[in-house]
Protein backbone atom coordinates (compact mmCIF):
# COMPACT_ATOMS: atom_id res chain seq x y z
CA UNK A 1 0.00 0.00 0.00
CA UNK A 2 1.10 3.45 -1.06
CA UNK A 3 1.15 6.49 1.73
CA UNK A 4 -1.85 8.21 1.53
CA UNK A 5 -1.26 11.86 0.12
CA UNK A 6 -1.26 14.91 2.41
CA UNK A 7 -5.20 15.97 1.97
CA UNK A 8 -3.94 19.86 2.65
CA UNK A 9 -0.43 19.60 0.39
CA UNK A 10 1.86 21.88 0.29
CA UNK A 11 0.89 25.72 -0.23
CA UNK A 12 -0.29 26.46 -3.60
CA UNK A 13 2.99 27.31 -5.62
CA UNK A 14 5.64 25.07 -4.03
CA UNK A 15 9.49 24.94 -4.01
CA UNK A 16 10.61 22.26 -6.26
CA UNK A 17 11.42 19.86 -3.56
CA UNK A 18 7.86 19.86 -2.37
CA UNK A 19 6.33 19.89 -5.89
CA UNK A 20 8.39 16.88 -7.24
CA UNK A 21 7.74 15.22 -4.10
CA UNK A 22 3.73 15.88 -4.09
CA UNK A 23 3.26 15.00 -7.75
CA UNK A 24 5.27 11.59 -7.04
CA UNK A 25 3.07 10.94 -4.15
CA UNK A 26 -0.04 11.35 -5.91
CA UNK A 27 0.94 9.44 -8.56
CA UNK A 28 1.76 6.28 -7.28
CA UNK A 29 -1.42 6.86 -4.76
CA UNK A 30 -3.57 6.61 -7.43
CA UNK A 31 -1.71 3.92 -9.47
CA UNK A 32 -1.40 1.54 -6.57
CA UNK A 33 -3.99 2.07 -4.15
CA UNK A 34 -7.20 3.35 -6.57
CA UNK A 35 -6.30 1.62 -9.91
CA UNK A 36 -9.57 0.27 -10.66
CA UNK A 37 -11.17 3.92 -10.69
CA UNK A 38 -10.24 6.82 -13.42
CA UNK A 39 -7.84 8.13 -11.48
CA UNK A 40 -5.76 5.42 -11.66
CA UNK A 41 -6.26 4.68 -14.98
CA UNK A 42 -5.02 8.63 -15.57
CA UNK A 43 -2.49 7.89 -13.09
CA UNK A 44 -1.21 4.79 -15.35
CA UNK A 45 -1.51 7.19 -18.67
CA UNK A 46 0.84 9.80 -16.83
CA UNK A 47 3.15 7.20 -15.33
CA UNK A 48 3.86 5.84 -19.06
CA UNK A 49 3.99 9.35 -20.16
CA UNK A 50 6.73 10.02 -18.04
CA UNK A 51 8.27 7.00 -18.83
CA UNK A 52 8.69 7.82 -22.39
CA UNK A 53 9.95 11.18 -21.23
CA UNK A 54 12.92 9.44 -19.56
CA UNK A 55 14.85 9.32 -23.19
CA UNK A 56 14.23 12.97 -24.35
CA UNK A 57 16.66 16.31 -23.94
CA UNK A 58 14.67 18.78 -22.18
CA UNK A 59 16.34 21.35 -23.83
CA UNK A 60 14.56 19.97 -27.10
CA UNK A 61 11.34 18.49 -25.89
CA UNK A 62 9.23 21.56 -25.27
CA UNK A 63 5.86 19.94 -25.34
CA UNK A 64 7.29 17.29 -22.77
CA UNK A 65 8.43 20.01 -20.19
CA UNK A 66 4.91 21.29 -20.38
CA UNK A 67 3.39 18.18 -20.04
CA UNK A 68 5.35 18.01 -17.01
CA UNK A 69 4.86 21.25 -15.78
CA UNK A 70 0.98 20.88 -16.10
CA UNK A 71 1.29 17.45 -14.30
CA UNK A 72 2.86 18.99 -11.01
CA UNK A 73 0.67 19.86 -8.04
CA UNK A 74 1.13 22.17 -6.51
CA UNK A 75 3.15 24.10 -9.67
CA UNK A 76 6.56 25.20 -9.27
CA UNK A 77 6.69 28.83 -7.84
CA UNK A 78 7.26 31.71 -10.04
CA UNK A 79 11.00 31.98 -8.76
CA UNK A 80 11.52 28.49 -9.78
CA UNK A 81 10.05 28.77 -13.96
CA UNK A 82 11.93 29.89 -16.52
CA UNK A 83 11.58 33.18 -18.49
CA UNK A 84 14.47 32.56 -20.89
CA UNK A 85 15.36 30.64 -24.09
CA UNK A 86 16.17 27.68 -21.68
CA UNK A 87 14.53 25.69 -19.41
CA UNK A 88 15.26 26.58 -15.45
CA UNK A 89 17.59 24.77 -13.44
CA UNK A 90 14.06 23.66 -11.18
CA UNK A 91 12.07 23.27 -14.62
CA UNK A 92 15.19 20.91 -15.67
CA UNK A 93 15.49 19.09 -12.15
CA UNK A 94 11.41 18.46 -12.01
CA UNK A 95 11.71 17.12 -15.66
CA UNK A 96 14.27 14.07 -15.07
CA UNK A 97 12.89 13.54 -11.70
CA UNK A 98 9.46 12.66 -12.31
CA UNK A 99 10.51 10.82 -15.83
CA UNK A 100 12.96 8.69 -13.77
CA UNK A 101 10.08 8.29 -11.62
CA UNK A 102 7.72 7.21 -14.87
CA UNK A 103 10.30 4.69 -15.24
CA UNK A 104 11.21 3.90 -11.52
CA UNK A 105 7.37 2.81 -11.89
CA UNK A 106 6.84 0.61 -14.31
CA UNK A 107 4.99 -2.26 -13.20
CA UNK A 108 5.53 -1.68 -9.62
CA UNK A 109 3.44 -3.13 -7.30
CA UNK A 110 4.94 -0.96 -3.89
CA UNK A 111 5.60 2.38 -3.89
CA UNK A 112 8.93 3.57 -5.21
CA UNK A 113 8.89 7.36 -3.87
CA UNK A 114 9.64 6.99 0.00
CA UNK A 115 10.54 10.32 2.21
CA UNK A 116 13.82 10.37 3.77
CA UNK A 117 15.59 7.92 1.58
CA UNK A 118 18.08 9.33 -0.53
CA UNK A 119 18.69 8.33 -3.92
CA UNK A 120 22.86 7.39 -2.99
CA UNK A 121 20.72 4.92 0.02
CA UNK A 122 19.04 3.41 -2.41
CA UNK A 123 22.06 2.57 -4.92
CA UNK A 124 24.57 1.39 -1.25
CA UNK A 125 20.68 -0.63 -0.51
CA UNK A 126 21.14 -2.13 -4.38
CA UNK A 127 24.88 -3.03 -3.96
CA UNK A 128 24.98 -4.88 -0.81
CA UNK A 129 21.73 -6.75 -1.67
CA UNK A 130 23.04 -7.41 -5.54
CA UNK A 131 25.72 -10.31 -6.96
CA UNK A 132 26.46 -8.11 -9.69
CA UNK A 133 30.02 -6.60 -10.08
CA UNK A 134 28.64 -3.50 -11.62
CA UNK A 135 26.47 -1.69 -9.40
CA UNK A 136 30.03 0.37 -7.83
CA UNK A 137 31.44 1.34 -11.34
CA UNK A 138 28.02 2.03 -12.61
CA UNK A 139 27.33 5.08 -9.66
CA UNK A 140 30.99 6.31 -9.63
CA UNK A 141 30.64 6.57 -13.32
CA UNK A 142 27.34 8.98 -12.69
CA UNK A 143 29.73 10.64 -10.27
CA UNK A 144 32.53 11.50 -12.71
CA UNK A 145 30.26 12.14 -15.58
CA UNK A 146 30.77 15.82 -17.24
CA UNK A 147 28.20 16.69 -18.81
CA UNK A 148 24.52 16.37 -17.91
CA UNK A 149 23.49 14.13 -20.48
CA UNK A 150 25.77 11.50 -19.39
CA UNK A 151 24.77 11.79 -16.01
CA UNK A 152 21.14 11.45 -16.85
CA UNK A 153 21.78 8.26 -19.02
CA UNK A 154 23.58 6.87 -15.82
CA UNK A 155 21.09 8.15 -13.32
CA UNK A 156 18.66 6.27 -16.37
CA UNK A 157 20.16 2.89 -15.50
CA UNK A 158 20.61 3.12 -11.63
CA UNK A 159 16.90 3.84 -11.87
CA UNK A 160 15.65 0.67 -14.27
CA UNK A 161 18.30 -1.35 -11.64
CA UNK A 162 16.37 -0.49 -8.42
CA UNK A 163 12.89 -0.70 -10.15
CA UNK A 164 14.21 -4.52 -10.82
CA UNK A 165 14.94 -4.96 -6.82
CA UNK A 166 12.01 -3.06 -5.80
CA UNK A 167 13.96 -0.40 -4.04
CA UNK A 168 12.70 3.30 -3.35
CA UNK A 169 14.00 6.70 -2.97
CA UNK A 170 12.91 10.30 -2.12
CA UNK A 171 12.26 12.00 -5.76
CA UNK A 172 11.85 15.50 -3.93
CA UNK A 173 14.91 15.23 -2.52
CA UNK A 174 16.32 14.17 -5.69
CA UNK A 175 14.85 16.53 -7.78
CA UNK A 176 16.79 19.36 -5.27
CA UNK A 177 20.00 17.53 -5.69
CA UNK A 178 19.50 17.64 -9.22
CA UNK A 179 18.75 21.17 -9.62
CA UNK A 180 21.93 21.94 -6.99
CA UNK A 181 23.75 19.91 -9.74
CA UNK A 182 23.51 22.88 -12.60
CA UNK A 183 25.56 25.40 -10.07
CA UNK A 184 29.26 24.67 -10.12
CA UNK A 185 29.37 25.86 -6.58
CA UNK A 186 26.68 23.19 -5.34
CA UNK A 187 27.95 20.19 -7.02
CA UNK A 188 31.15 19.07 -5.34
CA UNK A 189 28.54 19.06 -2.60
CA UNK A 190 25.83 16.92 -3.74
CA UNK A 191 28.51 13.89 -4.78
CA UNK A 192 30.49 14.20 -1.64
CA UNK A 193 26.78 13.88 0.07
CA UNK A 194 26.28 11.17 -2.69
CA UNK A 195 29.03 9.42 -2.53
CA UNK A 196 28.71 9.00 1.80
CA UNK A 197 25.46 7.86 1.37
CA UNK A 198 26.27 4.96 -0.89
CA UNK A 199 28.47 3.63 1.86
CA UNK A 200 26.04 4.43 4.63
CA UNK A 201 23.37 2.84 2.63
CA UNK A 202 25.69 -0.26 1.82
CA UNK A 203 26.57 -0.58 5.26
CA UNK A 204 22.63 -0.45 6.86
CA UNK A 205 22.00 -3.42 4.02
CA UNK A 206 24.78 -5.11 4.92
CA UNK A 207 23.90 -4.77 8.74
CA UNK A 208 20.29 -5.93 8.23
CA UNK A 209 21.61 -8.87 6.31
CA UNK A 210 23.36 -9.96 8.79
CA UNK A 211 20.92 -9.58 11.15
CA UNK A 212 18.24 -11.63 9.59
CA UNK A 213 20.53 -14.75 8.63
CA UNK A 214 20.11 -17.22 11.03
CA UNK A 215 23.24 -18.26 12.71
Not at 23 to 37: C, F, G, I, V, W
Not at 156 to 180: C, E, H, K, N, P
Request: charged share 20%; glycine share 6%; net charge positive.
Amino acid sequence: MSSSPNVNGPAPHAGLMSCVGATANRLQHNYLDRSHTPAGAEARAHLAELRKFSSFDVATSPIALEHILMLMQPPLNEQELGRGQEPSPSERAAFHALSLFGLHMQSATKPMHETGTSFAVACGKLFANSTSRSIKPRFDAMQAAGDEVSRITHLRSLVSLLRSQGIAFDYGRFASDLRALDYPAKRNGVLLRWGRDFARGAYRAAQEHTTDTPN
